[in-house]
């Protein structure tokens, strides 16, 4: 039996065939286009599908089943994506129109969720029974694999460390609450705070690595790279409130692994010391000696390689 995973984001839809043993067969990549529209969005995923059938000669109805891995909550029962602000989607039936185009079984994901089983699976977190997946880029999101199962809570959106608050009264968050991980310490919230700075004195350093474009949280990582203290202080503050969120889940649940991935994560050393420095410093320890804090082994391919292992129907 072969299984399809396809990771939809908000600039391209990344897809993997795989058999039962999680290998993968085929891959492609495509861009979103969002802005055409839901349909000719659910066309390009459909037309991944066949694609990926068709490269690695595999017929569509030897798939056994399609995941996809959506942004935002999820209603699993009905295939519902209720809000992904980066298609512009409320309350599209993803699942049974897919389904319907393609004539095989289709469930969603929520995108975090799928990353967090493949790191589980195959990847950083292969050896965890309990773990956390983080994923640092534009937002904050997360996944929970808990006694070796996705753990989705009641309704699907459990997870959601980027809407943990982490400051009282901080900055408001997309989500309408102030204080979020996410408006704290996501790409785009450095990227903020790097932009707020590079028109002082103080930011001089980040400014003149900015001539060509708006700073983003990868020129705040490249001037701390050469030692610029506006853009070391800008990271040291958001990954201290990133370790005390991490350092609040290991309470919480006694994890044995936290697997950070995400664009920001890239920034490497710096991120992991302080958070695993939080950990230390906030946490009992037996819980921080049990909790390895470790980056991301898959890369780009966790999203579309996660959907393919919850089509196949690991982690159920
Ligand atoms: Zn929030």
Redesign the pocket.
């Known amino acids: 039996m072969y299984y399809i995973g396809i990771d939809l984001g908000g600039t391209k839809i990344a897809s993997m065939l795989i058999n039962s043993e999680y290998e993968v067969l085929a891959r492609l990549t495509v861009p979103t286009r969002h802005e055409e529209g839901e349909q000719s969005v659910i066309g390009r995923i459909t037309g991944s599908a066949q694609h990926l059938c068709d490269s690695a000669s595999v017929e569509m109805r030897q798939v056994g089943r399609v995941c996809v891995g959506s942004p935002g909550p999820i209603i699993r029962q009905s295939g519902m994506v209720l809000d992904a602000p980066n298609l512009g989607w409320k309350n599209v039936a993803l699942a049974p129109l897919v389904s319907n185009a393609l004539g095989v079984p289709v469930i969603v994901e929520n995108d975090a969720n799928a990353a967090a089983v493949a790191e589980n699976l195959l990847g950083a977190g292969k050896a965890s029974r309990n773990m956390m997946y983080i994923t640092v880029s534009t937002g904050v999101g997360g996944g929970l694999v808990l006694d070796r199962r996705l753990y989705r809570g009641s309704g699907g959106a459990a997870g959601e460390i980027?809407?943990t608050t982490v400051l009282p009264n901080g900055p408001l968050?997309?989500?309408?609450?102030r204080g979020?991980?996410?408006?704290l310490a996501s790409g785009t919230a450095i990227a903020r705070r790097g932009q707020e700075i590079a028109h002082r004195p103080a930011g001089r350093g980040i400014a003149q690595l900015a001539v060509d474009g708006p700073v983003t949280a990868m020129t705040v990582a490249e001037a701390a790279r050469r030692g610029d203290r506006a853009a070391t202080a800008i990271l040291r503050d958001a990954f201290e409130y990133l370790g005390i969120a991490v350092a609040n889940a290991a309470n919480l649940l006694n994890l044995d692994t936290v697997v950070i991935g995400g664009g920001v994560a890239g920034i490497g050393d710096m991120l992991f010391d302080s958070v695993r420095y939080e950990v230390r410093a906030r946490t009992f320890a037996f819980v921080a000696e049990q909790c390895k804090i470790v980056p991301a082994s898959l890369g780009a391919d966790s999203g579309a390689l996660g959907a393919a292992c919850c089509a196949a129907g690991a982690c159920a």
């Open positions: 980027g809407h968050c997309g989500c309408g609450n979020c991980l996410e408006a």
